[in-house]
């Protein structure tokens, strides 16, 4: 059972308190897109045994979505962070990089 | 025979006695007995029958390594099954019956399984029973359910209550030995929080039984002392009968404390689960004693050298006169002692060719007979020991010496308790000296911060010297404490005099080179009787992972989990691969460390707090007014309200053609409301519906749709728009908190530059449907607001007054007949519902429930969701083309919606049907076409989605999807009942009742 | 106007702790830029309460405003008061980004009370919050979870604690505490 800090209201969650989101920092592809990128949208998702980029709602608190970087393996969390941004912060790679030097996550390092 | 000794016996107390039953004979013992003991005290050696060959089984251990001593206890409302007699205290009444035998314990027919062992070998069910086919359903399974097996079931429902306890501390210390109070002290000393639990009722562990010496003074002064000081200590919470269960991500522990299994009190919580978080867990849980493998080592009288010791030390109960030590190191000797002080008779028989450690030599002293090189060839007896035959440990047994004695001590040396560090991951190496496996600490399981998060300490961790263990805890309980974030300081550590010792041998088979008559008698696995040469048959059949082995043969699969036949199984299994232990390594440990009760684990969550049931304001009404229940999600709603004297088909009937023909009610505040409200609502509103919302006029209502991603429907329901940046949006009952979450997520994650708000009203607001000829009637007679048709049209809403009730009121209609959904406060919904019953008294008012709500809707063509849709159906497989907006360049499905398979033409689609016969067609059913699929399955080219009987029309009615349906009307196809006949309908127009809408448009 | 009834009508409960609910008390949801001065002088000039800090509350007169998430407030007031807050609220904001709903009638509260720490023991039967007095202290709001609905948590004093979950399942909270609290299941943990 994890324990995730949720970034908005400060509170250190219990598992039971998120609803987990999957995948973060998807790309939305609408009307007018390839099937390729629609399908890539939709359905294609990282798996990784390892640095791991996930979307969280603090369900039964705030509400609020936010981000979460964690390795899936050792379940080590490097960081959580807002929503509203399209790829990881700079202080939450670094602290990834000092972990787990040479990562890589989809086109992230 | 086990006998209560005269003198002695720390946890009993004499002046107190205690009577109870085993299998319905009255039996005594004293306060501060468990049942083993008092059993034992009563020269009750034979406690149970064993789970496949039934033979007759005895007490082995003192602790819930127990595995043979497994009691039904209690009867009916208390009953429970699988109690270990070593881990249940004694108190006065308790009724405790052995397990798994028939007629009686004494006389088992299924000991004739013993007789034809060698036709059982491991992994017998998968090669015997395989033919004839039909004979495994017929004949075996029944033989081998009633002869198999464990305690049996309870029959009745549990009348104790159990609760949980969610706690947050830095410091988790597991086991209540002198490890755990070292480590606890030191953790508190240095100012963290600390709980730490003790499964048993008694602080301590082994160390006064074995005679450890403590800073100075006796181990159970010292522990006395150091359970005052911490009892003292603000920041340390200590807790015995409190079971470390799990260990689990992130600091994550379960906890099993029983609190009223020694003092039954139904007033009481029976367990308490605890649930905590912890910032680091120290396991300071021990070791167990290995048995050792020689041939009839499962005869009552065969038990662990430190369980003799702890039954003469701790409740004053010699197991035997005669005893046989049987050890392969030098603490086998503390039981020689302590027995012999005890007054009686004793041998010791030590594998290894040399023994002159300090307690070899003390037994000498004590005038012990001590041969060395010796081990047993075998133990005979008729149900329990009557004599051990003395071999060459080294050779194969031939030539043995008899010695009579009714009880044997094995001392296979000692395992660390390892589970609560393995269940999250914690990783073990091979120590060679000891052989066991322990805690490595550079694979420890890791937390959140990436550090580990648990430490083992003392004899858990492989450290088995007083000295040792005491040092060890004081680091990890130091450390566990400045790693979670305290800042002080530990006071200094406990000392004890260094006890030397000599090597252990490891004793895997004995005599090592037995034959293989001799280890087809030797068990490993005492609960699933797994004996030496299951193991090695399955080595030999290619069982060679540890895992196969353990399913093949069922070693440590049974109630305790290979507590005590772990280590021995693998080094039997290493043995006949020609592998070094560590290579073949060990099976996963699983939470709980020890069975725990189903009540513990659901806490509060039985009878009526299992779930949380939602409440209407009208709740209390429709339950005192004969309500049907039907959940709805957590909401509970009336399917139909049953009069006396009705049942509940003619109650839905009269419920629908009351409403149909005057005047009916509905409780609706179930329905989802959520405001959405900004200058970019309108956007957003077309984004999450099909058609069109933005252009939705100020007072108007419109039916709309939400699809997922993914194109599916996945809501629906009627929009109002409030004012300019405002629309009040309904959803299904079961839709509210969904498409809430929907929202905010698209909100919060995708457009989150969009100035939106969304709040979900739902509960402020009961609301009725007034439906029927008469609903204005009734509303124009409470007076208030004009609901006239000029004034209120169809599919407009407007705020004013009913009667004395501020309202809110939509002119929508889910039955097609006038009607009027009406708002008002939930704090007020009660008094409303009462004034619309009296109001229409005069029409004959009708409540009505779901049921009817359901007919309704299906006899308007009107689609459900969850009904018409199933997650794979698209708004346009329903005709609802008309409600997706072509204009709009997105919405949420839309590019979903071009994929050629949402495009297909040979998409199900939906169509009335209408049986030949009249006929309610059957839920589910489905449409037969020609021939068979590629699966040899029939084809099918439909199903049905809604299927009522129509009180209106008098008859079946139903909708589908069908293969080309709507190109189709009048055809006539048939559908499938369960019992392989078929039903004739004819494909129709879904709306079978006022398709032009007369009768809700006035 | 009928006369308005809460959830569960004022039941009341005694165990080790005496569980009670509030009544009807005025709730209104009020949803906007927490860091514009323009919202806080716009909330000011109805509730005569100060923005609360994060997870805080801020109390006025007669009114009080709890934080609850960064972009929502719940002011809490006199249920009869409640529609008036949400027209004044609603006119003062009126040029800015807002909602203002009232969830009076959508809640129902409950009081916990009792002596040391027995209040909390009794909820931490029931909630996975951390409610160790230095960790949720008095005056802060915290959002969590009862058993399986959600509520919010909030300590008066160490003797007194303020539960808010939603209407439908006041019956299923009230009983819970009322379990949690029954005579002899103390846990004496805290």
Request: proline fraction near 5%; include cysteine; hydrophobic fraction near 40%.
């Amino acid at each position: 059972m994890l324990i995730l800090k949720c970034p908005y209201c400060g509170v250190a969650c219990d598992e039971t308190e998120l609803h987990a989101g999957g995948e973060a920092h998807l790309t939305r592809h609408g009307p007018g897109s390839s099937d390729a990128d629609f399908e890539e949208y939709l359905f294609m998702r990282e798996n990784p045994r390892g640095v791991h980029f996930e979307r969280w709602r603090h369900v039964y608190g705030c509400g609020k979505w936010f981000h979460a970087a964690r390795d899936t393996a050792t379940l080590e969390v490097f960081g959580t962070y807002s929503a509203q941004v399209a790829e990881p912060p700079k202080d939450v790679r670094a602290a990834i990089t000092a972990k787990v030097p040479g990562w890589r996550w989809r086109d992230l390092s | 025979m086990s006998f209560r000794l005269d003198t002695g016996g720390r946890f009993i107390d004499r002046s107190k006695p205690r009577s109870f039953t085993f299998n319905g004979k009255a039996m005594r013992g004293f306060e501060g007995d468990t049942l083993a003991s008092a059993l034992l005290g009563q020269g009750q050696m034979l406690v149970g029958r064993s789970f496949k060959y039934h033979r007759p089984r005895g007490i082995v251990a003192s602790g819930s390594e127990e595995p043979n001593a497994l009691m039904n206890l209690g009867r009916d409302k208390t009953f429970e099954p699988n109690a270990r007699a070593t881990t249940t205290e004694l108190f006065d009444g308790l009724e405790a019956e052995s397990q798994n035998h028939w007629p009686s314990l004494e006389f088992d027919i299924g000991e004739l399984n013993a007789k034809l062992s060698r036709f059982l070998p491991a992994g017998f069910y998968y090669k015997m029973f395989l033919w004839p086919r039909s004979f495994w359903k017929h004949v075996y399974e029944p033989i081998i359910r009633k002869s198999a097996g464990l305690g049996r079931a309870p029959r009745h429902r549990d009348a104790d209550h159990y609760e949980h306890f969610n706690a947050t501390v830095d410091v988790l210390v597991v086991g209540g030995g002198i490890a755990g109070l070292q480590a606890a002290k030191a953790a508190g000393e240095a100012g963290a929080e600390v709980l730490l639990i003790e499964q048993g009722a008694h602080w301590g562990g082994r160390a006064p039984v074995d005679g450890a010496v403590i800073d100075g003074v006796p181990a159970a002064e010292w522990v006395e002392a150091t359970v005052a000081a911490l009892g003292a200590m603000p920041n340390v919470a200590i807790r015995a009968r409190t079971m470390g269960a799990g260990v689990y991500d992130h600091g994550y522990a379960l906890a099993y404390e029983r609190l009223t299994d020694h003092a039954p009190d139904p007033s009481l919580p029976r367990h308490r689960l605890w649930r905590i978080r912890a910032g680091r867990i120290v396991t300071a849980t021990g070791a167990i004693e290995r048995p050792l493998s020689f041939a009839g080592n499962d005869l009552p009288g065969v038990m662990l050298a430190s369980a003799v010791r702890d039954y003469v030390t701790n409740y004053a109960v010699a197991p035997g006169k005669c005893v046989v030590v049987v050890t392969n190191n030098d603490d086998g000797y503390r039981t020689a002692l302590t027995v012999q002080e005890a007054g009686l008779e004793v041998v010791v028989l030590d594998a290894r060719s040399e023994a002159n450690g300090p307690l070899a030599e003390q037994a000498r002293a004590a005038g012990i007979t001590v041969r060395v090189g010796r081990g047993i060839e075998s133990v005979k007896g008729k149900g329990k020991v009557e004599k051990v035959w003395v071999c060459d440990q080294t050779r194969d047994g031939s030539n043995p010496d008899p010695i009579k004695a009714d009880c044997v001590a094995m001392a296979g040396g000692w395992s660390p308790v390892v589970h609560l560090w393995s269940h999250c991951g914690g990783k073990l190496s091979w120590q060679e000296d000891g052989a066991f496996f322990r805690p490595d600490p550079e694979r420890a399981p890791n937390g959140a911060d990436g550090a580990a998060f648990v430490l083992a300490a003392g004899a858990a961790n492989g450290e088995l010297e007083t000295a040792a263990v005491l040092t060890d805890a004081y680091v990890a309980g130091a450390r566990a404490a400045a790693e979670a974030g305290a800042t002080g300081t530990a006071g200094a550590a406990a000392t004890a005099d260094v006890e030397l010792s000599e090597p252990m041998l490891p004793v895997w088979n004995m005599p090592e080179r037995a034959s293989y008559a001799l280890r087809s008698k030797a068990w490993l696995d005492y609960q699933n009787d797994v004996k030496v040469t299951d193991v090695e048959l399955a080595a030999r059949e290619g069982f060679e992972s540890v895992e196969h082995t353990k399913r093949y043969t069922t070693l440590g699969m049974a109630t305790d989990q290979g507590k005590l036949s772990n280590i021995n199984g693998l080094a039997v299994l290493a043995g006949a691969l020609d592998q070094e232990i560590p290579k073949v390594g060990t099976t996963t440990f699983r939470p709980p460390y020890h069975p725990i009760s189903m009540g513990a684990i659901a806490g509060e969550a039985r009878g009526a707090l299992f779930q949380p049931v939602r409440q209407t304001p009208m709740y209390d009404w429709h339950d005192a007014n004969g309500a049907h229940w039907e959940p709805v999600g957590h909401w509970r709603r009336p399917y139909a309200y049953v009069k006396p004297g009705e049942d509940v088909h003619a109650a839905v009937k009269r419920e629908v053609l009351a409403t149909r023909n005057s005047l009916g009610l509905l409780d609706a505040s179930t329905l989802g409301k959520l405001v959405v409200k900004g200058p970019d609502a309108g956007k957003f509103m077309d984004m999450m519906y099909t058609n069109m919302m933005s252009t939705l006029p100020v007072g108007k209502c419109r039916y709309g749709l939400m699809c997922s991603e993914n194109g599916f429907l996945s809501d629906d329901g009627v929009v109002a728009r409030m004012d300019d940046d405002t629309w009040l949006c309904h959803t299904t009952t079961g839709g509210a908190d969904r498409i809430h979450a929907h929202m905010e997520e698209w909100l919060q994650t995708e457009w989150w530059d969009w100035k939106v708000y969304v709040a979900n009203v739902t509960e402020q607001y009961a609301q009725v449907a007034v439906v029927g000829p008469n609903a204005r009637k009734v509303l124009e007679k409470l007076g208030g607001m004009d609901v006239s048709k000029e004034a209120l049209p169809f599919m407009q809403w407007a705020e004013g007054a009913i009667g004395q009730f501020s309202a809110r009121v939509f002119r929508i209609s889910f039955s097609g007949e006038l009607s009027y959904e009406i708002a008002v406060p939930a704090s007020q919904g009660r008094a409303f519902w009462d004034a619309l019953l009296e109001a229409g008294s005069e029409f004959g008012v009708t409540p009505y429930g779901t049921e009817a709500l359901h007919i309704m809707r299906a006899e308007k063509g009107f689609i459900m969701i969850g009904d018409e849709t199933d997650g794979t159906v698209i708004p346009q497989d329903l005709g609802l083309n008309w409600a997706i907006s072509k204009k709009k360049e997105d919405f949420l499905g839309k590019r979903a919606q071009e994929r050629d398979h949402m495009t297909d033409p040979l998409r199900w689609k939906l169509v009335g049907l209408e049986t030949l016969d009249g006929s309610v067609l059957p839920d589910g059913s489905y449409a037969v076409g020609e021939g068979v699929n590629d699966n040899g399955q029939r084809v099918v080219q439909g199903r049905v989605t809604s299927t009522y009987f129509s009180p209106t029309l008098e008859r079946g009615i139903a909708m589908g999807l069908v293969e080309l349906g709507p190109d189709r009307m009048g055809e006539v196809i048939a559908f499938n009942r369960v019992d392989g006949t078929f039903v004739q309908a004819k494909i129709v127009d879904p709306v079978v009742f006022d398709p032009e809408g007369e009768k809700q448009n006035v | 106007m009928s006369e308005a009834v809460s959830a569960v009508q004022g039941a009341s409960a005694s165990g080790f702790v005496d569980v009670a609910e509030a009544g009807l008390v005025g709730m209104v949801t009020i949803r906007g830029d927490l860091g514009d001065s323009d919202f806080a002088h716009a909330v000011w000039s109805v509730t005569h309460c100060g923005l609360p800090k994060k997870r805080g509350i801020a109390a006025g007169e007669s009114d009080q405003l709890l934080w609850m998430s960064p972009d929502e407030l719940l002011l809490v007031c006199a249920h009869e008061e409640a529609e008036a807050r949400v027209q004044a609220l609603s006119a003062a904001l009126s040029g800015q980004h807002h909602l203002v709903v009232n969830v009076s009638d959508a809640r129902a509260v409950f009081r916990v009370s009792g002596s040391g720490s027995a209040v909390r023991e009794a909820m931490a039967k029931v909630t996975p919050a951390d409610l160790r007095p230095r960790i949720l202290g008095v005056g802060e709001v915290r959002r969590t979870r009862m058993a399986q609905v959600p509520a919010a948590i909030c300590f008066d004093g160490e003797d007194q604690a303020t539960i808010v979950c939603f209407r439908s399942v006041g019956t299923y909270v009230f009983d819970l505490l009322v379990r949690s609290s029954k005579p002899g299941s103390e846990v004496g943990h805290f």
